[in-house]
């Protein structure tokens, strides 16, 4: 188990900062901001609803935050969604309870009872999320974990340790929540596939820590606890099920109605991101990358990761990342992908990467001056033959092609660019 301990981003979702790394898992500013700004707002809609079914990949997913926010945009924005599927799929639309897609031009509401169904209340049939993380811990601690909390107490100690104070304006800024049907359906979920989870004493030991209650979604916490005592001894699937269930009926039942979501296919596999994706023979529509920094975990940046990633990305799919680095942009290019930004509306700026087959995806191309840095030392990427080097090592051969490189510095280059557009 990686060391961690957790704190409040600014806009009420906890965050975590890892001992072994020495790095922050969330961006100080907003946790759940960061997920929705770089995973979800950049996702093409108009191309994701041709498709009745979807597959996302979610590559260091940590705790969750964004396969949780993908979820819960759909789960929110269900009629906006379902307008822009009808106008794509040409389906004549009834949004007054948003459960039935008619295709017939003369529905009225007298004649409701007569017309064939032909979708359901879902967006898509269904939605596979494949998690990928090499933290069980992390993982088993998604459904639990707390986000939009107002009035939250700093953890002053670790904040001033990571010089984290700049972010934190007085008021906190809470512009999402994940609501709580997302979190029980990854529970569920997680629980049947992954039942030796409520085995992991590790987990059990964080989640039962009362340092740590703040951070965690009291009921579901005290759900996932009791089941562990009941389980404990004669730990069987039937057997979880039925607790679970049970537990809900009795105690949530008003919360989970009409909450409820369907159509989702959850699986986590607690491995090697690279071994996963090595073994994996899905293709996805989505691929989500937010690996720590790539001076941190070259593993997950290098050409040849984004080479196999490639393999799995549908032609008209998307990788989505938060960083801008120009030698994770080469890497991309060189494994075959065309390449684009991510623009922040809310910071006007942009940030991150989209990686893309269907050059018509993207909306930002990189710029003259992006493109450039692409040759200069700055973009040499990562190389990762086999898959299987150690970040040490990884990083070593990659100073050592740096150094012998005849390649512009990315400083000497900015320099002449500027002396030049002067
Ligand atoms: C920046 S955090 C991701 C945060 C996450 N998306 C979330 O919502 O919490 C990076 C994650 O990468 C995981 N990780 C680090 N090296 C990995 C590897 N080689 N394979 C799979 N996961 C890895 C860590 O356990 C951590 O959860």
Known sequence: MSEFQAYFTNDGSVGLYSKDYDDIYHSASGALTEAYEKFVCPVNW?????????KVLDICYGIGYNTKSFLNYIFENKKKLLKIKNEIKKIFFIDENIDTIHTDNNYSLNNRNNIDKIYTNNIF?????????????????SPFIKTGVKNFKKNHELIDKLKLNKYFSDKPVINYKINNSINYEILSQLLEKNPQILNNDDLLKVLSDKSNSS?????????????????????????????????????????????????????????????????????????????FT???????????????????????????TYSSAAQIRSAMIAA???????????????????????????????????????????????????????????????KTEVENSNLMSSSMYLKTRRKNVL
């Open 46 to 54: 108009d191309n994701l609803l041709k498709y009745d079914d979807i």
């Open 125 to 141: 049939n269904n939605i596979s999320v494949t998690a990928l993380d090499n933290d069980e811990i992390l993982t088993g601690l």
């Open 215 to 291: 951070y965690f979604i009291a009921h579901l916490k005290n759900l996932f606890l009791s089941m562990h005592k009941n389980t404990f001894k004669n730990i069987n699937l039937l057997n979880l099920h039925n607790i679970y269930y049970r537990y809900l009926t009795n105690c949530y039942k008003r919360e989970l109605k009409g909450a409820y979501i369907e159509n989702i296919d959850f699986n986590v596999k607690i491995n090697d991101a690279r071994l996963s994706v090595k073994e994996d023979k899905n293709i996805y529509n989505l691929i989500f990358l937010d690996a």
């Open 294 to 320: 790539h001076s941190k975990c070259p593993c997950l940046w290098s050409y040849d990761f984004f080479k196999e990633l490639y393999n799995h990305l549908s032609e008209d799919g998307m990788l989505l």
């Open 336 to 398: 075959g992908f065309a390449v684009g930004k991510i623009f922040n509306t809310r910071l006007n700026k942009f940030q991150g990467t989209v990686a893309v087959k269907n050059i018509d995806l993207i909306k930002h191309p990189l710029s003259e001056s992006d493109l450039g840095l692409l040759k200069t030392k700055a973009g040499i990427f990562y190389r990762d033959r086999n898959l299987s080097s150690q970040n040490e090592a990884i990083i070593m051969a990659h």
